[in-house]
């Protein structure tokens, strides 16, 4: 078992690289059987439409006509006792366990010794593996092998089957998520092929056959001329036989099956990119199989020149992307940039393999009012591109290849919540008031785009978030003074006469800078916002003089500070801008007037000094999509966990209630900017802590206003005291979703009335 990790990466690799999943888990079988000196392997998985049973899917050692027949009740024999104990079992001597169960015809009784193991992904079972043998009992050596294989072959397995549930053929099905952005869309997927990555490059029909051959051709030569190229310069100063991969590599691309193969392909009615792809991997396939290493290294070199071909292609690929009228876009990791390469017109949702509701691109997608569904486990990208497709992004859901039935149902909601929309904009000049007369101020989030009409025509009271981050993410280099000052300049002078929050850079943790690399294990818990700009007051400093010189006629401006985890950094902050106040001050001749300063409280540590914290600010903007993520030690972006990430999780509203009445000493008042602030349920939660500001993306406010308006001040603060006394967050949402219903509102938060 020396070389354990090595096996385990060997199988690992090539079940991932099977082509479809029987074959795989034949591969599966016939590796165990050899590695753990067995003389039989079987593997069981779930039966798709029968709850509990299990069926054979693949065995060595045993007689093979056997697959596909033998089913298992729930709990039949040792194999349905494993699944449902979801523990594993090593016996000597199976035939006289009492769980024994004969199947005829399988020859088992040959191989009395076994040890079985589940096979688990996200707490379901998926299926049992089982080794055999006719005598010495497995070790544990052996027995934690398995268990770890398994372990590993359960994602892959997972992954595999959900790939084969969308090649087969256009039935329709439903992908689970989580909530991203809110809304609803019918619309057609689009595959962004940003990342030059095999597994980014989409299946594709092509009726321009003659068009995807020059293409290939023309790819390929351009990748063979610039070897011969490399080879002739690295001979000046690298030994022959390194220059000699550069002359291999251009000959495999000289003819062959690499290129014949792939032509096939095409000429059978296939896009160059994919047919590339599927020569690709089968060829290095062949030999990630291989026992000799040097030959399985040999499939890296395939790939290798797989990705420069396939790069050639997608440049000339991408200059003619055909937008479908309503863009589903879908990615497995879609970027806050990649939503400004579709046309606005044309976006009407995203679906994204990676992420949740507090990445940035979900935020974006809200404010842009389109609905997202974020975090889907094993989506099948490639698969999916030119699909129909239904988005939710209520509740986190698609359906791909939608029927008439939901087609209509979702046609159906689409007339509702437009309806409601409709309706809404009724309340837009109206001021957000309670039903017992408390006025609650509404602001929008903003800094992601520069079109304010839409904050401007939902009545927003000011803006409570200005994320300064993208100007300074869509630069190659820091953006000067100037540049800052135009951009301010344009936002506070058009909300002149209403509060303008800008909040100084908080890059760091899921926001790069191309031109300031930050390599970190943890970027959460790293250099982060003030962390970085008070490492670096030349940039803080830059940004305040901008900031305070863009103010001087609109004098709106408040200051709002990221990530202070103590008093230290906040008094650091306030020096700085102090000083830049009064260098100001002197060039102009001027007096200005310091702006209003808060802290954003986001870090679990400013919750615990909030009265310090506050003695020292103007106001405080809770973050909620960080504090929940620090009180919960919950990745905002990680889709394993997405399903924990919830701000109405007791631990989060009672660290809010904390800040409220820390804030209350000094009476300093507090809003609220993260996402919390525009989730319906959020609204209702926060009021009930007597939190009167709220920030939020712009296609919330009218929703939001909604709410404040169907309930008083005095039954919100009661139902949080209800909250308080549940244990989980699913309660909690339940119970404020109970309300809204009450109210005939429930259309705010979920698809339908
Ligand atoms: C937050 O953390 O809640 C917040 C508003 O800031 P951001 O999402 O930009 O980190
Ligand atoms: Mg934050």
Known sequence: MASMIHRLQRIVQEVNRAPGIDRALVLITESLTRDLNA????????????????????????NPEIIGKVKLKPGQGLIGAIAARAEAMNLINAPVHKKFMLVPESGETDFPVMLGVPIIAHRDVLGVISVQRVEDAFNEDEEAFLTTLAAQLATSIERAESQDRFSSKRATHMIKGVAGAPGMAIGVALVLNRGVAFESVPDKKTDDVEGELKSFREAVRKVCDELTEQASLMRASLPEEECALFIAYAQMLSGGSLIDDTE?????????PSSWRETVEQHAYVFTRMEDRYLAERANDIR?????????????????????????????EVTATDLADVPIECLSGVISAHGSSSSHVAILAHALGIPAVMGVPNLPVKQLDGVNLVVDGYNGSAFVNPGKSILTEYRQYLKEEAAIEQNLLELKDQPAITSDQHKVSLLVNSGLMSDYTPSLRSGAEGVGLYRTEIPFQIRDRFPSEEE?????????????????????????????LSYFPINEANPFLGWRGVRITLDHPEIFVTQVRAMIRASVNANNLEILLPMISGKAELVECLGLIRRVRAEIEEETGRQILLPRIGAMIEVPSAVYQIEDICALSD???????????????????????????????????KAMIQIVQGAAVSETPVSVCGELAGDPLGVMALLGMGIDSLSMSVGSLLRAKKVIMSFSYEELAELLQQALTMSDSILIRKMYAARLDERGLGGLIRAGK
């Open 39 to 62: 003389d039989a392997c079987t593997i069981f998985l779930a039966a798709k439409d029968e709850p509990g049973v299990l069926v054979l899917q693949a065995c060595s050692g045993l």
């Open 619 to 653: 106001f405080v903007s809770i973050g909620t999509n960080d504090l929940t993520q620090y009180l919960l030690a919950v990745d905002r972006n990680n889709e394993n966990v997405a399903d924990l990430f919830s701000s109405l999780h007791p631990a989060v509203l």
């Open 484 to 512: 800052q000052y135009l951009i301010y300049k344009d936002v506070l002078e058009t909300f002149k006469g209403m509060p303008v929050v800008l909040r100084t850079l908080d890059v760091g943790g899921d926001k790069p």
């Open 304 to 332: 290798d020149l797989g990705l420069r071909v396939l790069r050639k292609l997608m440049l000339e690929q991408s200059a003619y992307i055909d937008f479908p009228e309503q863009t589903i876009l879908v990615g497995d």
């Open 264 to 272: 096939q392909s095409i000429k059978a009615g296939n896009w160059a």
